[in-house]
Structures are given as C-alpha cells and as structure tokens.
C-alpha cells in the first residue's frame, strides 16, 4: 500500500506527475506501509514458494531462485511484525 507523500516517493526521481507510479514501486521506498495482513500474505506466498521449492522434481537452480524469492518476502514480513505500530487500548 502507498501513502503517496511525493517528496519521499522513489517512483518519481526523474517524473514530474503528482501521483503515484505503481509500475515503478520500491520495496524500500518511504511511502510503503503495509497492515498485519499485507504482511500476513508475503509470509502465505512464502510459505507456498518454499514447498514448490521442496520438490524433488525441480532443477537445483529453480529451487534456490524459489528459496530465495521466498527469503525476500519473509523479511518486509518480518519487518513489519518488528516495527508495526499499534493502537493503543485506552486504560480505564
């Protein structure tokens, strides 16, 4: 998800429009904030990822390319759990 703040986005280094480009988006990007379920679903595609990878019947390059894609989901979904903000219940 983007929460477009043009002055942060790295969609428009060398772009004059005032709107997001989504064909353009960084992982590492500012703008980029995902919820508890975004993070949710990199880890199910991971998850996914590791078993294809885990057949016998791929060539040993696919496996780590899957192994790796799957790595790459798990860390913003391991960062998320590790920097997420939550609300705060209001004491009583």
């Not at 002055?7 to 995902?34: E, F, G, I």
């Not at 975004?38 to 019947?57: G, I």
């Not at 759990?81 to 209001?90: K, L, T, Y």
Request: proline residues 7%; hydrophobic residues 30%; contains cysteine.
């Amino acid at each position: 998800m983007c929460v477009y703040d043009r002055d942060r986005a790295l969609c428009h280094r060398l772009d004059v429009a005032d709107a997001p480009r989504l064909d353009r988006c960084r992982p590492s990007c500012a703008n980029v904030a995902r919820t508890d379920h975004h993070a949710d679903q990199l880890r199910q595609h991971a998850q996914t990822l590791e078993k294809q990878a885990s057949s016998e019947a791929l060539p040993g390059p696919l496996t780590d390319r899957l192994s790796q894609r799957a790595g790459q989901l798990r860390e913003p979904a391991d960062r998320h759990v590790h920097d997420r903000i939550n609300a705060q219940e209001p004491t009583t």
